[in-house]
C-alpha cells in the first residue's frame, strides 16, 4: 500500500504565498502521475494542478500563473508552490497518486488525508 502525507497548509493573508508538500510511502515500486485536488466547504472536490513522472504540469484556469507544481521523484514528493492566494482558495488540499506496488499491482487513487488551507485578513 501507498500513504500519503500532507504538509504546510494554514492561514495566510491575500497576496500571501504557501508551499505545500506531500510525501508518499509504503512498498511503492513506481510513481505515475500525482495531483493536487481541493474542496471548499459545501463544493464538489476539484482538480487544481497534474504532474506526471516526467515533470508535465498542466493547471486548473483558476490558478493558472499563480500556482506551480513540482515533485522530486527520488523522494517520492510532490509540492504545490501557491502564490498571489486569494480567499477563493481557501480550501481543504488534497494530493492524489497513481501508483505501482510491489505488491498490489497499479492503483490510480491513493490519496492523502488533506491540510487545510484558509485565505483570509
Known amino acids: 500500500q501507498v500513504q500519503l502525507v500532507e504538509s504546510g497548509g494554514g492561514l495566510v493573508q491575500p497576496g500571501g504565498s504557501l508551499r505545500l508538500s506531500c510525501a508518499a510511502s509504503?512498498?511503492?515500486?513506481?510513481?505515475?502521475?500525482m495531483a493536487w485536488y481541493r474542496q471548499a466547504p459545501g463544493k464538489q472536490r476539484e482538480l487544481v494542478a497534474t504532474i506526471t513522472s516526467g515533470g508535465s504540469a498542466s493547471y486548473a484556469d483558476s490558478v493558472k500563473g499563480r500556482f506551480t507544481i513540482s515533485r522530486d521523484n527520488a523522494k517520492n514528493t510532490v509540492f504545490l508552490q501557491m502564490n498571489s492566494l486569494k480567499p477563493e482558495d481557501t480550501a481543504v488540499y488534497y494530493c492524489k497518486a497513481d501508483a505501482f506496488t510491489w505488491t498490489g499491482g497499479r492503483r490510480p487513487d491513493y490519496w492523502g488525508q488533506g491540510t487545510q488551507v484558509t485565505v483570509s485578513s
Open positions: 509504503g512498498s511503492i515500486f513506481n510513481i505515475n502521475a
